[in-house]
């Protein structure tokens, strides 16, 4: 009887299925990497967006209180009245570039004691704006950031703020 001849193969067959299993798991690691990457570039683009917002919510309060007629071209104390701020090269918000804001104004008098007028500020900034505008209500990227800030500033009718 002749000896049983010896087996092999099976160490090709274990290195294959441990690289495959390698693989895997890196495609699943730069998956993960990339999304998390993307994620932070987000936040620091909303983190953007949040003081661009701020920055025209500043200059909005700073229009209404020094003359609410001279808001932008409209006039504040008469109806509603938006301002779009560009940005990039000598933009209004040029340290900003890519964002736009746009601010609205809208005043609502009425008697408390004496003739006042609440006048509501809304700015609303974006990376991809809508023809100049914000917010964008068109289909926009997954890079798309918004933020939107309002506030009311409450001024005599009889004179400035």
Known sequence: MSPKPNQSGMAAVAAIFILVIL???????VSISATQQTGIALDVQGSRALQVARSGMDWGIARV????????????????????????????LAAYNGFTVSVECEPTPYT?????????????????????RCPNTTSASADYVERQLSTQVMCNASGPC
Do not use: H, K
Request: glycine share 16%; net charge negative.
């Open 112 to 132: 408390d004691g004496a003739a006042l007028i609440s006048y509501r500020l809304i700015a609303t900034a974006c990376n991809e704006p809508n023809l100049g």
């Open 65 to 92: 209180v020094s003359a609410p007629s001279a808001f932008g071209t409209g006039n504040c104390q008469t109806g509603n009245a938006r301002v779009d701020l560009s940005t990039g090269a000598g933009g209004d």
């Open 23 to 29: 693989a895997g798991l890196a495609a699943y690691a």
